[in-house]
């Protein structure tokens, strides 16, 4: 293995990630009218989103977007803005709909079945609603939050504080040998035979490539190299961005997985890879990740990449 296999070239990832596509305008600005978005409102459309981040979904049409004169005059109690696309405002609420119902899909399910619009729309409703749940209350004083500038902040009724939306910063490392073997592994609690790339959050004081270095190492017990960023993609569960990077490794070195972390670690051919992403199940005893992660659009980059 050599140290510069890939620096600065190589693969990337296949195609933009199917939940970091967006369209609409998110400006600052807009969460700031004078009107307290009112006229915005006024034109402006509703997705609601159940308490287990669902919505509902047309396979034919895409997101199921309600009129948001249809709750009032003006924004409702809760609605957040998602932004602003064609001279119509999106919006978002939490729905009281609290069983399956046909046509609520989550992102999981129902990502990949969306336009860049409506993919952008729903992840961004997705991961603010889901703030909103847990900030109700001041983390300095303790006393009860309101939510301000459109559901962008949420203000202290005690000490006055503003805070903001939280997005916690994760890797995940696709590790090769930088020629035909990728390196995988299983969670205990994944459904059988699913393999992907590791993954882990950033923690403070670390830097992001320092972050895949360390969590490779304790998660399977080897080193990498030929640390390079690939791509990023909001993961709303329940506020993760995911920061894909690739780096190469010594397949002879031992695998260790982390105890009640990781099931099992194993490199995998090329070949293996590409007939996994051709198939509906498991082949050689290894299923991917579906194709809403990043995690797919990795391993599909660098199985189909022709050096």
């Known amino acids: 293995?050599?140290?510069?296999?890939?620096?600065?070239?190589?693969?990337?990832?296949?195609?933009?990630?199917?939940?970091?596509?967006?369209?609409?305008?998110?400006?600052?600005?807009?969460?700031?009218?004078?009107?307290?978005?009112?006229?915005?409102?006024?034109?402006?459309?509703?997705?609601l989103v159940d308490a287990k981040g669902r919505t509902r979904i047309d396979t034919g049409s895409g997101l199921?977007?309600?009129?948001?004169?249809?709750?009032?005059?003006?924004?409702?109690?809760?609605?957040?803005?998602?932004?602003?696309e064609d001279e119509i405002s999106y919006w978002a609420l939490r729905s009281d709909h609290d069983g399956a119902q046909e046509g609520w899909l989550d992102l999981r399910n129902g990502g990949g079945l969306l336009n860049d619009t409506d993919a952008g729309l729903f992840t961004t409703a997705v991961g603010l609603l889901s703030w909103h749940d847990n900030a109700r209350y001041?983390?300095?004083?303790?006393?009860?939050?309101?939510?301000?500038?459109?559901?962008?902040?949420?203000?202290?009724?005690?000490?006055?504080?503003?805070?903001?939306?939280?997005?916690?910063p994760a890797v995940i490392c696709l590790v090769h040998d930088g020629g035909d073997q990728v390196l995988l592994a299983r969670q205990p609690n994944w459904p059988p035979e699913r393999y992907s790339v590791l993954a882990g959050f950033v923690e403070v004081g670390e830097s992001l490539e320092a972050c895949v270095a360390r969590e490779i190492a304790e998660e399977v017990g080897v080193d990498v190299a030929d640390v390079r960023y690939l791509g990023s993609q909001p993961w709303p569960f329940p506020r993760s961005l995911m920061l894909g990077f690739a780096a190469t490794a010594d397949p002879s070195a031992p695998l260790v997985p982390a105890d009640g972390e990781i099931e099992d670690a194993r490199w995998v051919h090329r070949d293996t890879v590409r007939a996994a992403l051709e198939s509906d199940g498991a082949v050689d005893g290894v299923r991917l990740p579906p194709g809403v992660s990043i995690a797919y659009r990795m391993i599909r980059g660098w199985a189909t990449w022709q050096s």
């Open 1 to 47: 293995m050599t140290s510069d296999v890939f620096a600065g070239t190589g693969f990337q990832l296949d195609s933009a990630p199917l939940l970091s596509r967006s369209t609409v305008d998110r400006r600052e600005q807009l969460r700031d009218a004078a009107d307290g978005g009112a006229a915005l409102w006024a034109t402006g459309k509703v997705l």
């Open 64 to 84: 199921v977007a309600h009129p948001a004169s249809d709750f009032g005059e003006r924004p409702a109690p809760g609605a957040v803005l998602l932004g602003l």
């Open 138 to 168: 001041c983390a300095v004083c303790g006393a009860a939050t309101t939510r301000v500038r459109a559901g962008w902040a949420r203000r202290c009724t005690g000490c006055d504080r503003e805070e903001y939306p939280r997005t916690d």
